[in-house]
């Protein structure tokens, strides 16, 4: 400060403080080698109080008014000091004026995931965030504890300390409440309120009470969400059968009134669709065990002996017996195979040929056939061995 301002020091008489910057929580009145003047009117306006320092102590806490600094004003200063001699020169002190209004500009969330025991998805992660407000009840407590000499102290230099502390009793508050993951929106009204007085009695003693606590939201972690968008989803949609039908049916129709790739496309999938089907009903097919395989027995022919008939005569030499019906096709063997560690069939010599050749069926693939008595590898099976003729055997090791 230069000359100018002590001569200006002089003459100033009225010590006030008008807040235009809304995060400015405590703010002391510049003057030239703190020398106040004996008889000065100091203001203290509503939603403030002035704190009187004298040598580094408190002398005195000015509630909202005008107050003139005279001895019989300043009766613990008077006790301080001694003043004997009364204040016929200015004295040095220090005017500390606290913003007692409420802060409500104060924001806090959690950087990690606080964990939480549920009774429904046990051992869950969420995450919150919210606001509150901040207001001083206790001035001198404020300054002895966290202001000092600090010209001017704003809600930054307090907000994450404060916000460490609301995180470090977040966990504590969820685990207590004893509400279901759920149901933690309808009750976060209730919780705040609970943080609002365990984090008001946490910093009594700093002189800082906590009006208003808001958690704004509650999370989970995404996949968490994602899994529970899923079952509400299913939920809504009922009966899924039916709303697959439906599905289906819309497609359907919408694929025949589209000549072009889409109805292609459709029709495609339709197509896969039913060999879905078809393979389903082998594979069926295929869990059923070898059955005895029916084999119609052959009629036994018994021509019957010619009884004598005294009227009995010959026929001509010429005439021949009407001719014998030819005996029935035999039957051909039905054989089943393992593949791909499932029973398949039957089959008959060519359906097992065709298997042979599109690879479905080599030489180490068990196979078995009515009469066998285990299952055996087809190339070590004679009947098979012409099946094998045509396709060459695999390919030697590489390198």
Known sequence: MGLWDKVKGEFIDIIEWLDDSRDTIVWRFPRYQNEIKMGAKLVVRESQVAVFVNEGQIADVFVPGTHTLQTQNLPILSTLKGWKYGFDSPWKAEVYYVNTRQFTDFKWGTQNPVMMRDPEFGMVRIRAFGAYSLRVTDPE???????????????????????????????????????????????????????????????????????????????????????????????????????????????????????????????????????????????????????????????????????????????????????????????????????????AGPFDAGALGTQVQTGQINRDTLVWKNGMANWTPAGQVPELGNLFAVVPPPLPPIG
Do not use: C
């Open 141 to 343: 407590k404020l300054l002895k504890e966290l202001v000092g000499t600090d010209p001017q102290f704003r809600t930054e230099e307090v907000s994450e300390f404060l916000r460490q502390l609301i995180v470090g009793h977040l966990g504590s508050a969820l685990a207590t409440a004893q509400v279901p993951v759920l149901d933690l929106a309808a009750q976060q009204l209730t919780i705040g309120t609970k943080l609002a007085g365990v984090l008001t009695q946490e910093l009594a003693s700093y002189g800082i009470q906590i009006p208003k606590f808001i958690i704004e939201n509650i999370s989970l972690p995404p996949e968490v969400e994602e899994a529970l968008d899923k079952r509400t989803s299913m939920g809504v949609l009922g009966n899924l059968d039916q709303y697959t039908k439906f599905q289906a049916a819309n497609a359907m129709e919408a694929a025949a009134n589209n000549q072009g790739g889409a109805g292609e496309g459709f029709g495609l999938g339709l197509g896969m669709a039913a060999a879905q089907q078809v393979a389903n009903s082998m594979n069926a097919a295929q869990q059923r065990p070898p059955q005895q395989q029916y084999a119609p027995q052959q009629p036994q022919y018994a021509p019957q002996q010619p009884q004598y008939d005294p009227h009995y005569a010959p026929q001509p030499a010429h005439q021949a017996a009407p001719a014998a019906p030819p005996p029935p096709l035999p039957q051909q063997a039905q054989w089943y195979a393992a593949i791909n560690g499932a029973q």
